[in-house]
Structure formats: C-alpha cells, structure tokens
C-alpha cells in the first residue's frame, strides 16, 4: 500500500512508521502482508495466514491496526475485520501488547510485533482465550470461516484477502527424469582387476593410422640390452609375437625405419705404464742393498 500524506516527516512518530513501513515492503513474508493506508500513515490494514495443524489453518484475517500519536511509546489497538469465530469483528482486542495493556507495552516493539502477537493467539483455548473481544465458536464452524475468509474483501484496500496475501508458491517437484533413471550395475572388483592383469600381460598392439598425406607406425617398445663383459655372452632377446587380429605393419615402413639397436662398448681395465714397474723395481734393489751392507 502507498503511504501518500501530509504528515510532517520530521516528527518521531512519523519516522518511525514510515521506517517500518519499508522495513515490512523490503522484507516480505508468506505469512502475513501489512502497509499504512494512503491517506493516514496512522491507520494500518494487515492480513495474516491461519496457524496450520488448526481449525483456522487456510484462513487469511484481514485487521486492523490504530497506532497512536505517542507511538512508539504507546501501543497500537488492533480490530480484526474477516468473519473467524474466533474474536469479534470491529472490536479491539485485548492482548498483552494492544492498548489494554499499555505497562506492557515496549518501544522496542513494532508493528511486526502485533502481527506475529495476534497470529499466535488465534489457536488459544480455554481460559487462555478468555478476554474482551474473544469469542467460542465450534471448531467446524471456524473451519467454515477460515474457507470463506480467503475471499473476504475489504472496501478500504479494494482487494480480497487472497490477493492481498496470495499462497506461497508450491515446493518443486522432483524431476520424473531423475526418478526413470535406472542406475547401472557395478561391474565386480575381481572381473575389473582380471581385466588389469590380462591387459598388462598381453603385447601391445601394432597399429596403422594411415591418411591422404602421413602413415604413422606404433611399435611395440624394445627392451634395450645390458651390457655385458667378455666373460658373459649377451642374451637374445625375443622379438614380440604378432597379436591375433592386430594389422600388420607395411614391409616398406620396417625396411626404412628399422628398429634403433644399442652396441654395448666393453672397456678393458687400464695396465698401468711400464716405466712405473721400472722405478718400483729399482727402488726395491736399492732398499736390499743398503740393508745388504748394514748387516755385513
């Protein structure tokens, strides 16, 4: 609802009104929806959704809400306007945060604050429920009520309550899709690593790409051989058995591009020089000499 008035913006009053006016039209709920009238700030209309698991569960109660000059230092009155059978109709309430109860009362407290007040007095009972304004009405009629108060208009907001506050939106669906999907079977652990194993003992494949312009050959990898000493002679090694099934490579391709060989260079270990000898020797004769002498 618009809050169109000539109401001085300076005053407290007004300034908080018109706060919680954007506070409420910023931060909407699917449970209730409230706003000033257009020509007097002082005056608000709220619709609010039946408690659920009770016999006003589907209702919507239109009310209305007086907030006085001193607010919010003084509480507001609250009328509710929709047929419920549960308060009466055009007459204030008496809770412990309306007019009736203004040492209760705390600044603090907004409009919001009724709102929520009210919604949760609704479903009281018994002695609970006992003050001006209640009334006891059977629970099927209340339910009767709560159908009809969905289409309840009021002349002031020009709107009916379910337009005012229309039903949230119903939660999504799962996706059928999701629900067709038949999940695949999990292939045992032992035939995965069968697999493994029979894929590394088999050869690798030749295979022959060939294209308008290059043909490419993919060999098996040789395992290159260790060198060896004069006294152990070197092991053939087996060349890979063709795969059954597997396409053969083209003889030209094997005449041009044989397959690269290693020569195992076998270094003798180095004698050392002649002329070393020759100087040992002599100094071993010269050493037995001088000794010779000495002893004699």
């Known amino acids: 609802m618009a809050t169109r008035s000539s109401h001085n913006k300076n005053n407290a009053a007004v300034k908080r009104i018109l706060q919680e006016a954007k506070e409420l039209l910023n931060d909407p709920s699917h449970e209730y929806s409230a706003g000033p009238l257009e020509n007097d700030i002082f005056e608000w209309h709220a619709t609010l959704r039946g408690a659920p698991d009770t016999e006003f569960e589907g209702g919507l109660y239109h009310c209305r809400i007086l907030l006085p000059a001193e607010y919010p230092f003084r509480p507001p009155s609250i009328m509710v306007l929709t047929p419920n059978g549960r308060f009466e109709l055009n ?10 109860h ?9 409009v919001r604050t009724a709102i929520i007040g009210i919604q949760g007095f609704f479903p009281h009972k018994g002695e609970a429920a006992v003050g001006v304004g209640a ?9 009767r009520l709560a159908t009809l108060s969905r289409e ?5 907001c020009e709107q009916t309550c379910l337009q005012m506050l229309p039903d949230p939106p119903a939660s999504s669906e799962s996706d059928p899709s999701s629900e067709n999907k038949i999940d695949e079977p999990e292939k045992p652990v032992e035939e995965a690593e069968g697999k493994a194993e029979q894929a590394t003992l088999e050869p690798p494949e030749i295979v022959t790409t060939n294209s308008s312009s290059t043909e490419s050959t993919v060999r098996p990898t040789i395992p290159s051989p260790t060198p060896t000493t004069p006294a152990q002679a070197p ?3 087996e060349a890979p058995r063709p795969v059954p099934g597997a396409v053969p490579a083209p003889n030209h391709l094997n005449n041009t591009n044989p397959a690269p060989t290693r020569t195992a260079i076998v270094r003798s270990s ?11 020797v002599s100094l071993v004769s010269i050493f037995i000499a001088i000794l010779a002498r000495r002893i004699l």
């Open 102 to 110: 203004e040492e209760l009362w705390q600044p603090a407290w907004g």
């Open 152 to 156: 309840w208009y009021c002349p002031d």
């Open 91 to 100: 007459k204030k309430i008496c809770i412990s945060f309306t007019n009736y």
């Open 270 to 280: 180095p004698k050392p020089p002649l002329l070393l000898d020759l100087v040992i």
């Open 235 to 237: 092991t053939p090694v």
């Open 135 to 143: 009334l006891e009405y059977p629970i099927s009629e209340r339910k």
